[in-house]
């Protein structure tokens, strides 16, 4: 049996520029890691099977695992079949890639197990058509993604300060939250010297994700949940990808810590994240 960590990210600052003629959209928009993670179980099997401990989740042909898996046997052809259970707690429909990270360490462990010595740049054209933030989960270093988020800028954008995550229970559909969205190619900000050479706590007037204006008007609690964050103390807050979990950065550990456990008792999914977090990429062998 092999077992791995799937990671959350979280998007510092998203930038939508440009709806393309294809239906996706040219984005600019900071990665980080968060300590929120999946547990995967990869062992040889009479037959290809997915369990997740999420009943919620579809477990057939659409889920992104079998579509990873399915890439790879097409490519190289897969030697054995497998049941890869997953325990699953990173929030569906969070913005916090949960599916494609899935995707990213399928790709990962089946590479290793099968030794079929697939580069990464290897694994990411093989995932292109499957999820814009595969490429990231790959590469697992926290970077700058452009284009339609396959373009990854290795930058070290880590924050070192204590991430509270929080996810208000109510799903956002990225394809929505685009729709509703105003592409703006000119931002008033640039995103990477924001990232790179202004202080954290002067993110709240330069840093923006411009999907909020999509989703807040339709998901009303994240919009409060970002404000909770500043209440609470957060040096800097705001929602994920497309939505709808909410992050704030905060600077004194007693405080990161009081606002996770007031999230807690409101009964609501969240996560706390130390400072400069370096998610465990290894793939181990568990006899």
Request: hydrophobic share 35%; glycine share 8%; aromatic share 10%.
């Amino acid at each position: 049996m092999w077992i791995a960590e799937s990671y959350a990210k979280i998007n510092l600052g998203l930038h939508v520029l440009e709806r393309l003629p294809t239906g996706y959209h040219r984005i600019e928009t900071g990665f980080c890691f968060v300590e929120w993670s999946d547990r995967f179980e990869v062992k040889q099997a009479p037959e290809m099977k997915l369990e997740i401990s999420d009943e919620d989740i579809p477990t057939g042909e659409s889920n992104l695992i079998n579509k990873a898996v399915a890439a790879l046997d097409r490519y190289v052809g897969l030697k054995h079949n497998y049941l890869i259970k997953v325990d699953k707690h990173i929030p569906a429909g969070a913005g916090l890639g949960g599916g494609s990270s899935n995707a990213a360490l399928t790709f990962r462990m089946l590479n290793k197990i099968e030794e079929m010595g697939l580069s990464d740049d290897e694994l990411i054209d093989l995932s292109r058509n499957l999820g814009a933030d595969i490429p990231f989960f790959i590469r697992g270093e926290a970077g700058i993604g452009r284009g339609v988020g396959h373009d990854i800028e290795p930058v070290d954008i880590q924050p070192d300060y204590w991430i509270v995550t929080c996810f208000p229970d109510k799903s956002s559909s990225t394809a929505e939250a685009y729709q509703n969205c105003r592409p703006n190619p000119e931002p008033d900000f640039d995103l990477r010297e924001t990232l790179t050479e202004t202080g954290i706590d002067e993110w709240r007037y330069t840093l923006v994700n411009d999907l909020e204006q999509a989703v807040f008007p339709r998901i009303h609690v994240a919009g409060n949940l970002k404000d909770q964050m500043y209440e609470f103390g957060a040096l800097y807050a705001s929602m994920t990808g497309s939505g709808s979990a909410v992050y704030g950065i905060f600077e004194q550990d007693f405080v990161a810590t009081s606002a996770y456990k007031g999230f807690l008792e409101l009964d609501l999914p969240c996560n706390l994240t130390r400072p400069h977090f370096t998610p465990d990429y290894g793939i181990y062998r568990k006899e």
